[in-house]
């Protein structure tokens, strides 16, 4: 059975920065994307940052592009997502996921629907 945890989430000031990580079990994710969404209250799921575990290729939001970068251990199914000069815009509940590679083609990395497992989620909460 897969499983998806996320850690490092928290309270921060504005301007801090912040790492998450996303173990991934249960499962052979080597032709799969991970990806982190985030959710505020009353907004819409938003895609942040992915990965393709295999070619550690990477596409990120082009509103986080310089803020935001994700990234992979070598040795695990484990995706990281570094967050800087955060914003209280950036207070979310943020979740990582996997798509097989196909789901991904065909829907795109950045749509919810390609993804087949999730995980509960972690709080980031950053104050002004």
């Known amino acids: 059975q897969v499983r998806l945890v996320e850690s490092g989430g928290g309270l921060v000031q504005a301007g801090g920065s912040l790492r998450l990580s996303c173990v991934a079990s249960?499962?052979?994710?080597?032709?799969?994307?991970m990806s982190w969404f985030r959710q505020a209250p009353g907004k819409q799921r938003e895609f942040v940052a992915g990965i393709r575990l295999n070619t550690y290729a990477t596409t990120v939001a082009d509103s986080l592009k310089g803020r935001f970068q994700i990234s992979r251990d070598g040795t695990k199914f484990t995706v990281s997502l570094d967050m800087n000069s955060l914003d209280p815009e950036d207070t979310a509940l943020y979740s990582c996921?996997?798509?097989?590679?196909?789901?991904?083609?065909?829907?795109?990395?950045?749509?919810?629907?390609?993804?087949?497992?999730w995980g509960q989620g972690t709080q980031v909460t950053v104050s002004s």
């Open positions: 996921a996997v798509a097989p590679f196909p789901s991904t083609l065909r829907f795109g990395i950045r749509n919810p629907a390609a993804y087949e497992a």
């Open positions: 249960g499962g052979s994710f080597i032709a799969y994307s």
